[in-house]
């Protein structure tokens, strides 16, 4: 007989997530929450958006790995702030910062799991872009309560009853109930650690944030008398204690020392024990005996726990769902370095064995990233989120000492009652009026659909367009030359749609090395009248690498390393810096937006270079040969 279910709370914790758009300011909030309420001693010295802990992040300034905090804040009788007087008792708030790049949404989605509200940071003068939208969507879809809070009010451009009303209009597009669309809001100026309910009286601290986020916000509920239930919603390591998994207790106790059951994906239940378990107090994992339903934890000796699974009572474990994230919509060939340089360049991982295993641990980690097999033994298949993502992930891998053949970014397509679907993106554009036309001719050629324009007066534009995931691979660039960095550009997945047809976009060819040696100036100093360059006098190259490109019809093959005849040495290098100012060092990203079909990147410790994927002259030539008489069968 089943029994009857109480659900109880405690309310001495929350757990609550921030979403938002990407650079909307979540983690500069929470470096202030975890200020005010007294998380760093008082000569403590601090980063600034402490939470962005990771090489890259700091380096790109965004967030790219949701992770978890804790405050801990006192609340007086009255039950708002304590103001230092009176009796008071403590309440501890979990909050996950996520990260607002659309690429990293399988971050917020598995951050969403663990909270039982959310903070939607919204930018007072850019209002809701596509990953508010889409954020927006994921926390309504778990019934998670919102809490709206506009950011950065003190910009000289902010128009703050817009945005508000632009954020009801997107509760209402997402078909919101009634109950989620009620939500209270706060303004803030996150910079400054400044919250306030009436904008036009200025914030002092964030204590009109923490006074609404306790009361709206509710506290973790459990089923009375329920078994052991955490779901791993994370994973970490450290050297000594090796792998850590990191779950939302949902019902009974977690004790340190206890054998429970480990629920496996594969349906497999084993008993194991918790040799180590912690809890968050600000930025430290701080070991406790025991926690209880509502706390987040980390637990440590179990080598093998991945995302998903559950830690169940010992007796009658009960598994809780698996986490599912939508699904991935780009992919690259990722495979082992096959080019004359493979080794040269001081990798320290060079096999298929190594590649394959630190891929398949980066899908244990990552729920939105899929590793499957190609149809080589050296190479997979990685499937991810956008070129972002798969590009942070070659990054990092690279400086582990890893050495990669990367393939050109293709969109995963499905087939639906035989016919094939491809992901179609939301993308929002805001430009100066003046950019229009040339914005609607790019985006023409990608055949995108425009769904909306709105022209704020402000002598800026935002537009709305639905446009295949396809047509923006390589788009960003292009955008960011023909607005010259004055436009905003951001998209995120939003549906399947059939196949769009053809789309062409590059319109430049390659420039090739017919050879391997060292590229010297001379050579370079005449091939930059044909295109533009992606090497530097002395860089070494080989045939079949792309060295730059060019506006004329088909690729060139040329030579980079021709030398000077030897009638005058004198001044070279003070000429060559001279007037070889102008060559072009892709970075990743820009690199993998560049490859067509043909070609694939060689990634290594020191070097991204870009190279045909066949790099004999002649086999290329005989391929295109086979290639145009099966076209011309078509
Ligand atoms: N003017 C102004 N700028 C702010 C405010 N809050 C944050 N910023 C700035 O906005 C930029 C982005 O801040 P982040 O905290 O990294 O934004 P984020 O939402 O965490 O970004 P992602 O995690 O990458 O999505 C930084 O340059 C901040 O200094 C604010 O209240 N006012
Ligand atoms: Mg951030």
């Known amino acids: 007989m089943e029994a009857k279910t109480v659900l109880k709370t405690r309310d001495d914790i929350r757990n609550v997530a921030i979403i938002a758009h990407v650079d909307h300011g979540k983690t500069t909030l929470v470096d202030w929450m975890l200020r ?13 958006r402490v939470m962005d802990s990771l090489d890259l992040e700091r380096e790109k300034g965004i967030t790219i790995l949701a ?6 804040w006192r609340v007086g009788e009255d039950g708002l702030s304590w103001r230092g007087e009176g009796p008071s008792h403590e309440f501890k708030v979990n909050i996950i910062d996520t990260p607002g790049h659309a690429d990293f949404g399988g971050e917020v989605e598995r951050g969403l799991t663990m909270v039982d509200g959310v903070l939607l940071l919204v930018d007072a003068s850019e209002g809701p872009l596509p990953q508010t939208r889409f954020v927006l969507r994921k926390a309504l879809a778990r019934n998670l309560p919102v809490l709206l809070v506009i950011n950065k009010i003190d910009r000289t451009d902010a128009r703050i009853k817009e945005v508000v009303d632009d954020v009801y209009g997107l509760f209402l597009d997402l078909d919101a109930t009634d109950r989620q669309i009620d939500f209270p809001i706060v303004y803030t100026v996150a910079r400054a650690g400044t919250a306030t309910l009436d904008p036009a009286v200025p914030g002092t601290d964030l204590r009109p944030l923490f006074d609404v986020l306790l009361k709206y916000i509710p506290p973790p509920a459990y089923e009375e008398g329920h078994g052991l239930q955490a779901l791993v919603t994370n994973l970490d390591a450290t050297p000594f204690v090796g792998r850590i998994a990191l779950c939302r207790v949902m019902n009974g106790t977690i004790r340190k ?11 497999e239940i084993q008993p194991v024990k918790i040799t180590e378990l912690y809890v968050t107090e600000a ?49 690259v060939t990722l495979g082992i370095n096959t080019s004359p340089m493979a080794g040269v360049d001081g990798g320290t991982k060079l096999t298929a064995r190594l590649l394959k295993n630190r891929l398949d641990v980066e899908t244990l980690g990552n729920v939105s990233i899929r590793v499957l097999p190609s149809d080589r033994p050296d190479m997979w298949i990685v499937q ?51 950019y229009m036309g040339v914005i609607t001719q790019m985006l023409g050629i990608r055949r995108s659909k425009m769904t909306q324009m709105v ?76 295109g533009t360059l992606f090497i530097a006098p002395g860089d070494p190259v080989y045939e079949g690498m792309v060295i730059g490109e060019t506006g004329r019809p088909n690729d060139m ?10 009638t005058n040495v004198r001044s070279e290098t003070h000429e060559l810096t001279v007037k070889l100012s102008s060559y072009r060092r892709l970075s990743l990203e820009e690199a993998l937006e560049f490859i067509k079909d043909d070609e694939c990147l060689e990634v290594t410790p020191k070097a991204v270079r870009i190279r045909k994927v066949v790099l004999n002259a002649h086999e290329r030539e005989r391929r295109r040969g086979v290639k145009s008489v099966r076209d011309d069968d078509d």
């Open 36 to 48: 005010q309420s007294g998380a760093f001693r008082a000569n403590q010295n601090v980063a600034e």
């Open 67 to 72: 992770k978890n905090t804790s405050v801990r």
């Open 257 to 267: 020392g206890q054998t429970v059951s480990w629920c496996r994906r594969d349906g």
């Open 283 to 331: 930025l430290d994992r701080v070991p406790a005996a025991e926690a209880r339903a509502g706390e987040i934890i980390a637990v440590a000796g179990i080598p093998e726990i991945n995302i998903g699974e559950t830690l169940a009572a010992e007796l009658d474990p009960k598994p809780l769902p698996v986490i599912n994230v939508d699904e991935p919509s780009l992919a």
């Open 384 to 434: 991810g989120r956008g070129e972002l993502q798969l590009a942070v992930l070659v990054e990092t891998m690279r400086r582990e000492g890893f050495e990669m053949t990367v393939g050109k970014p293709e969109v995963v397509t499905r087939t639906v009652d035989g016919k094939v679907q491809e992901p179609m993106e939301l993308l929002s554009i805001d430009v100066p009026e003046a």
């Open 455 to 530: 022209n704020h007066g402000s002598g800026r534009v935002r537009m709305e367009f639905v446009v295949p995931a396809r047509g923006l691979i390589g788009f960003h660039n292009a955008f960011m030359i023909d607005t010259r960095g004055t436009g905003l550009v951001s998209h995120n997945f939003d549906h399947y749609a059939p196949w769009q047809g053809d789309i062409h976009t590059r319109p430049t060819r390659s420039m090739l090395a017919d050879r391997s040696g060292a590229a010297t100036g001379y050579a370079l100093l005449n091939l930059q009248e044909r």
């Open 557 to 566: 093959d040329v030579n980079p390393a021709k030398e000077k005849k030897q």
